[in-house]
């Protein structure tokens, strides 16, 4: 692996870690990693912990190269953050996977739904096209939250340690890079300031109410509906934005600003 890997949470104290420690060199860590890192969780462990504790660990995918991975087991439910995703329990035993996949098919015991999108790896999904490894964005330079259902920690993966690194490189292939997702920004502006122009980019909103709605199921932007207001306000008393618009001043402060790469980028997802 290029990146560090480090376990955190129960997985780093439990026997299944150990595995990982030998297939992916992994390390235990208690705090979030400072630089590029993979983080791995025990998926039911995220799921049962607080709002706040969800939003930090998915806070800190927003700077590239910074991969958080949720692996089994998962609580069979919803969870609403970073977007709306499900687990469910799978009926029959998945087929035609590569890589990992196809070495932990028979191992496999959930199914994902809901908003996280398929990660764009190969394996991610099976024959009947559900998914087993979804991934989101904050925007579409961050890091990645991406959630398997293959269990890396598996002992057959002793057999095979190639196959859960080439897995794991290739998530973090598409999780940014550290300098294009830290841009400098003018005073008084923070990175979540542009993020939401570029948000007001994305289609003509006739009010408010409109761009928070959309805003609330984007599968790129993870604004807090909360957070979304306070930064409309700001940005309205600064003279960027009138109503839900760019003004022609905050137009040409974002397209002149590192942050314009980020419009462009939008503007290929969205096609």
């Known amino acids: ?11 780093a104290s439990h026997r299944r870690g150990g595995v990982l420690r030998e297939t992916l060199d992994a390390r235990e860590t208690l705090e979030l990693p400072a630089g590029p890192a993979a983080l791995l969780m025990f998926g039911e462990e995220y799921q049962s912990a607080g709002p706040a ?7 800190w995918t927003r700077t590239g190269e910074r991969l958080l991975l949720l692996v089994p087991p998962f609580a069979v439910t919803s969870c609403e953050c970073p977007v709306p995703w499900t687990v469910e329990r799978l009926q029959s035993a998945p087929r035609d996977g590569t890589g990992v996949a196809r070495l932990l098919a028979g191992e496999v015991a959930y199914r994902l739904g809901g908003r ?21 964005r904050s925007h579409p330079t ?6 398997t259902c ?5 002992l057959t993966t002793l057999d ?3 196959e859960s690194r080439s897995f794991l490189e290739a998530l973090m292939e598409h999780a940014g890079t550290a300098a294009s997702s830290a841009p400098e920004e003018p005073p008084g502006l923070s990175p979540d300031h542009f993020g939401f122009l570029v948000f007001l980019l994305s289609e003509p909103f006739e009010s408010e109410a409109r761009a928070l709605e959309s805003l ?3 599968p790129i932007f993870g604004f807090a509906q909360e957070r979304a207001r306070t930064l409309l306000q700001d940005l309205q008393d600064r003279g ?6 760019l003004s022609a001043e905050g137009r040409d402060l974002l397209m002149n600003s590192p942050y314009a790469i980020y419009v462009s980028a939008m503007r290929e997802v969205s096609r």
């Open 1 to 11: 692996m290029n990146h560090a890997v480090m376990l955190h949470g129960g997985l």
């Open 53 to 59: 504790e969800k939003r930090r660990l998915v806070e």
């Open 116 to 136: 996280l999108g398929a990660a764009q790896i190969a394996g991610s999904t099976w024959t009947d096209l559900s998914v087993c490894t979804g991934a989101y």
């Open 142 to 147: 961050s890091g990645l939250f991406a959630v």
């Open 150 to 154: 293959l269990p890396l920690w598996s």
């Open 160 to 162: 095979a340690p190639a």
């Open 216 to 218: 609330a199921v984007s």
């Open 240 to 245: 960027l934005v009138t109503g839900v618009a």
